[in-house]
């Protein structure tokens, strides 16, 4: 594994971010994370389209042009040695005495780690995880991927307790995402999920998953959808870059069918791409 900061590789477990380093004391700055398939990054150039919208929703100018941050990328791999990887990236605005309004002029400054990635049993993928619902607490900007994650991760934490995989958020009873995955349902063969709003991260894998439904002539629906309607799912799923498609087997009392075609075919579809 290999990192870098600012301007250098170094090692992972190198001292170098200041004290003074916004992404530190604000949590002002944004993120990405990009599956490597042997020594492939999966679906790259969505994934820096979404780093720029963010970049661009938090008046925050990257350090580096795209094709510099490509080259970072294929220069950590390489330095890595690592074939599956996990290359997470964020850029904040910088270093600077603490002050609320932004340093002027912008001093942006990108991180990046590769390591290992956690690759999912298949066997687990095969029984589907147990996943709860809780309260969304967070601000209205969820398509922005900021750094401030203190409600996801409380809520994965809340997860963790009740031996969940994961916490899905509902607001006002209306299924939203998980603490780091997006939600389907399948119900009368259509696939369900919440429409990329502001409200949510508008996952790659999501938008990957719809592509595929439409190649399978799989209905899509982008809309809301309440707490009851997954509990009654005939097959739901969560998505991520890391967990790919993850069935779910039970939510909260809820135990879904363990027959699940038309999520098994999304994920012979998906591992096809890679
Ligand atoms: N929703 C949230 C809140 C996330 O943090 C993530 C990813 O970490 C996702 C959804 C899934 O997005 P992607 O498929 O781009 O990894």
Known sequence: EIAYYKDAFVDMDEKVVPIQERAHQFGDGIYEVIR???????????????????????ELQLPYSMKEI??????GLKRSGLADAEIYMQISRGIHPRQHFYPDPACSVFTMTVKQAKVIPEDLRKQGVKVMTTEDVR?????????????????KQKAKVNDCEEAIFHEDGIVKEGCSTNVFVIKDEKLYTYPALKGILHG???????DLAADLEIEAVEEPFDVNFLYDADEAFISSTNMEIMPIRQVDDAKLPSNRPLTVKLIEQFQKLY
């Open 139 to 155: 601000w209205k900007n969820c398509y922005i991927k900021s750094l401030n994650l203190l409600p996801n991760v409380m809520a």
């Open 204 to 210: 790659i894998t999501r938008q990957i998953i719809l």
């Open 36 to 58: 490597v398939y042997n020594g492939k990054p999966f679906f790259m150039k969505e994934h820096l389209t979404r780093l720029q919208k963010s970049a661009d929703a938090i």
């Open 70 to 75: 490509e080259s970072l990328c294929d220069e």
